[in-house]
């Protein structure tokens, strides 16, 4: 087993993810009332740092698959693009607009960049 | 969850024809298997349209079906598979893997896609989204157990998933990684089966008032 010490970027994906997740629930649990949109971009705002924080932190990284990481993640990027225009089509379908679409849309775009990185990472990490 | 030790041996240990049997299974698979991918282009379209068209049927069948799908590979999948998995000889455990995984590979995402985005727009069209609902409470537990499905779905699920295929197609797989990524990938859809448990419970909650 390759014991290359690592960042940890499998659990700040699943917290940056599980961030996402929180502020979508806490939108779609008021719907269709207006609500204080502070606590989402909060919680939107946390999860984009974590996926700042894991890319610079997996950048560090010396003697990396960076090969196997790309050849990876643009095939991951691909499906989870599709699923994440899937979503926002739902979204502009159902009349959403103003700052709660914007909301929702960066919180889709975070989640369409993390989980690629976690795909890549995990292939990657044992190459 | 039963015992999903996954106990390969080490290669210098295995008998040859194991590692002959696992050699033969290497080249024989696709990671992605591209005679579903027409499939899966069909299904994601027909979800496009009963979205645009809005319409009451097309929802509630794409939502039903697939969310029906989606619990009975999780419960599946952690309590028969897995631990079936967990007590097959390493070489038939690469034999199932390398049939099982690439097609959950796009069974899964299509499935949790279908159900997640039909259920939703189900919802906008019944009114159960409503924070006026009468039953509200039940549809907000119903967010944040697919929530905790998610994050395990997304961040272990389909990367352990990946990598245990990845590994395989290697000249040679190293078969402690093999080991660690199943008993990620069997832990992680026990897990998933479970809270699929809490979801039928909600969901008939939500059906009956």
Redesign the interface.
């Known amino acids: 087993m390759n014991e290359r010490t690592l960042p940890p970027v499998t659990q700040l994906g699943m917290a940056s993810l599980a961030l996402i997740v929180a502020g979508g629930i806490y939108l779609a649990s008021y719907l269709p009332r207006q609500v204080p949109l502070t606590p989402a971009i909060i919680l939107l705002g946390a999860s984009a740092l974590l996926l700042v924080v894991n890319l610079l932190l997996l950048g560090r990284v010396g003697n990396f698959a960076w090969g196997r990481f790309v050849a990876v993640g643009k095939w991951a990027l691909l499906a989870y693009t599709i699923t994440a225009g899937l979503i926002e089509f739902a979204f502009l379908r159902d009349g959403m607009s103003g700052a709660p679409l914007l909301v929702l849309t960066l919180s889709i775009i975070v989640y369409a960049v993390h989980v690629p990185v976690l795909i890549a990472f995990t292939v990657a990490r044992y190459d | 969850m039963t015992d999903t030790t996954v106990q390969l041996p080490q290669p210098s240990v295995r008998p040859a024809h194991a590692d002959a049997s696992a050699a033969s299974a290497r080249l024989d698979f696709e990671v992605?298997p591209l005679k579903g991918l027409p499939i899966v282009a069909v299904i994601?379209t027909g979800?496009?349209v009963a979205?645009?068209a809005?319409k009451l049927w097309p929802l509630v069948f794409l939502h039903v079906a697939f969310g029906a799908a989606w619990t009975i590979v999780d419960l599946f999948m952690g309590f028969v598979i897995g631990p079936m998995m967990g007590k097959l000889p390493p070489p038939a455990r690469i034999q199932v893997a390398t049939r099982l995984m690439p097609k959950m590979l796009l069974i899964m995402?299509t499935v949790v896609?279908v159900t997640l985005?039909a259920g939703?727009?189900l919802g906008?069209v019944m009114g159960t989204?409503?924070?006026s609902y009468y039953n509200?409470g039940w549809v907000?537990a119903s967010?944040?157990v697919v929530?905790f499905m998610?994050?395990i779905a997304?961040?272990?699920l389909?990367?352990?998933n990946?990598?245990v295929l990845?590994?395989l197609k290697k000249p040679k797989p190293?078969p402690?990684?093999i080991q660690?990524?199943m008993k990620r990938f069997i832990f992680a859809a026990g897990f998933t089966g479970t809270l699929q448990i809490a979801i039928l419970v909600i969901m008939t909650r939500i059906r009956v008032g």
């Open positions: 992605v994601l979800l496009v979205i645009a809005n995402p896609t985005a939703w727009q906008t989204v409503d924070s509200h907000v967010y944040i929530g998610a994050v997304l961040g272990l389909s990367p352990a990946v990598a990845m590994e190293n402690q990684v660690s990524l």
